[in-house]
Nanobody, 114 residues
């Protein structure tokens, strides 16, 4: 059973940056397509970015040019660098396979507010 643990969230002002981390319990990052998802209050969970086993990245239009997904296979860790954050980026962020076939972790809260 794969376990994924998200971390790195917090409170940041508009225009600020955060880097989220997703630690995997087994070495799956270079085997499967992985994704970062988010769920804002009252909204459905949505895919923010994904990265294939070959390193190809795809982003939601709302974050394109501001977020960067990456991974470190040696550390079994995936990252989401978030720059130029906006209040509408406020959400709980999760990592999972793409499609999301693994169980959901607790996520990490990102709050963008002045």
């Amino acid at each position: 059973q794969v376990q994924l643990v998200e971390s790195g969230g917090g409170l940041v002002q508009p225009g600020g940056s955060l880097r989220l981390s997703c630690a995997a319990s087994v070495n799956i990052l270079k085997i499967y397509t992985m994704g970062w998802y988010r769920q804002a209050p009252g909204k459905q969970r949505e895919l923010v970015a994904r990265i294939t086993s070959g390193g190809t990245t795809t982003y939601a239009d709302s974050v394109k040019g501001r977020f960067t997904i990456s991974r470190d296979d040696a550390k079994n860790t995936m990252y989401l660098q978030m720059n130029s954050l906006k209040p509408e980026d406020t959400a709980v962020y999760y990592c999972n396979l793409y499609p999301p076939l693994a169980g959901w972790g607790q996520g990490t809260q990102v709050t963008v507010s002045s």
